[in-house]
């Protein structure tokens, strides 16, 4: 059995802690935290399981580390302070961990990645033997590994469209859909995730590694905006109030420029209510899904739906990057230290978890 920490409790990190309980390779060892008020406290009741697993979160790191863990989920965010995380996930591999997170935008295509934080990590491997697969939804396996496959099935392919299309009233992260995403501010308020190249920065590394996959040379990386205000004040159940007139819906693409047309485009579509932007592109159910569209012959469309924490479409999200993620982590441990990304670490069979949830 491999033994596994779970970094972080928050939304990312209740679905590792059930992700790691539930993998038949994997032995969940300890549990980090930062707020001293879950110290403490059985894993299970954290991340809401009705049982408890018989491991108490601990906020100190330095012991959990010395231990010698065999992997690490770093589930602590990395939005608002990427240095922090960057450090952190240097610490756990330089003491000999795989670690595999979500946290890291820059490292999804880590050969492109800037040298001031791909240097670090290598350095690191070097040092502690460690590894570090950097992953997650969208960006994530929503347009590297399933765009890539569902290519596979066309005689020819014109365009490779990813879509997230989601209500923003069901993430659970205030501050990023406020602020980060701007829902609720005046339409002269600047985003910081929707300023220029940010979206790229995010996102860019996922059309590089498609353009990888298919074998074609990328000409640029353009972006396109467009956001739409509210006609009228809206109350959301997790939220609170948006008030009319503020940004109430985002559309954005990333696009790969392939011989001078968009080939693979990368497209979200973010509301904080249903009734912004009706004509914009919608989920089946209103609720979130993500969507690859392969404008060829045949054209192909899939959309995926996930559901977790009481049929929440966000916790569902995150449960499936974990599940990628934490579903890697005995991959990697048998291969020789590194960095990897998704085009590296296959995205295997849920082998020996048919059938675990009713044991």
């Given at each position: ?16 802690v059930?992700?790691v309980?539930?993998?038949p ?11 001293p008020?879950k ?27 010395a231990?010698?863990?065999?992997a ?15 450090a952190d ?19 999804y ?13 290598l350095a ?16 994530g ?6 765009p ?12 490779i ?17 406020r ?22 920065m995010?996102?860019?590394g ?43 819906a ?18 979200h ?26 404008e ?8 995926v ?36 990304d998704?085009l ?16």
């Amino acid at each position: 059995m491999i033994s596994t920490v779970v970094w972080g409790t928050g939304n990312v990190g209740r679905a590792a802690v059930r992700a790691v309980d539930a993998h038949p390779a994997l032995r969940l060892s300890a549990v980090l935290v930062h707020d001293p008020a879950k110290a403490g406290r059985d894993a299970g009741e954290l991340c809401g399981l009705d049982r408890d697993l018989g491991v108490a979160a601990t906020d100190d790191i330095a012991s959990v580390l010395a231990a010698g863990p065999r992997a690490v989920v770093y589930a602590a965010s990395g939005d608002i302070r990427p240095d922090d995380a960057l450090a952190d996930i240097v610490r756990a591999i330089r003491a000999g961990a795989v670690v595999v997170t979500p946290s890291l935008y820059a490292l999804y295509d880590q050969r492109n990645a800037p040298p001031e934080l791909r240097e670090p990590v290598l350095a690191a491997v070097a040092e502690g033997g460690g590894s570090l697969f950097v992953s997650g939804v969208d960006p994530g396996w929503g347009n590297d590994v399933l765009p890539l496959l569902i290519s596979g099935l066309a005689t020819t392919v014109d365009v490779i469209r990813c879509q997230e299309i989601f209500d923003y009233s069901t993430y659970d992260q205030p501050d990023s859909v406020r602020y980060l995403v701007g829902m609720g501010q005046p339409m002269d308020y600047e985003p910081l995730m929707l300023a220029p190249t940010v979206p790229t920065m995010v996102w860019g590394g996922q059309i590089r590694l498609m353009a990888r996959a298919l074998g074609v040379e990328l000409d640029d990386i353009r972006e396109t905006l467009d956001r739409r205000p509210l006609d009228a004040t809206v109350t959301t159940r997790t939220m609170g109030e948006f008030e009319a007139g503020t940004q109430g819906a985002v559309r954005f693409e990333v696009q790969g420029i392939v011989a001078g047309e968009p080939r693979i485009v990368i497209e979200h579509v973010t509301r904080i209510h249903p009734s912004c932007a009706p004509d914009w592109p919608t989920p089946p159910d209103g609720a979130g899904a993500h969507r690859v569209v392969i404008e060829g012959r045949p054209r192909i469309e899939v959309t995926v739906e996930a559901t977790d924490e009481g049929e929440n479409r966000s916790a569902g999200g995150n449960a499936t990057a974990v599940g990628r993620l934490v579903g890697a982590v005995d991959w990697l441990v048998e291969a020789k230290p590194g960095l990897y990304d998704a085009l590296d670490v296959p995205l295997r069979p849920a082998v020996g978890k048919l059938g675990r949830s009713q044991w």
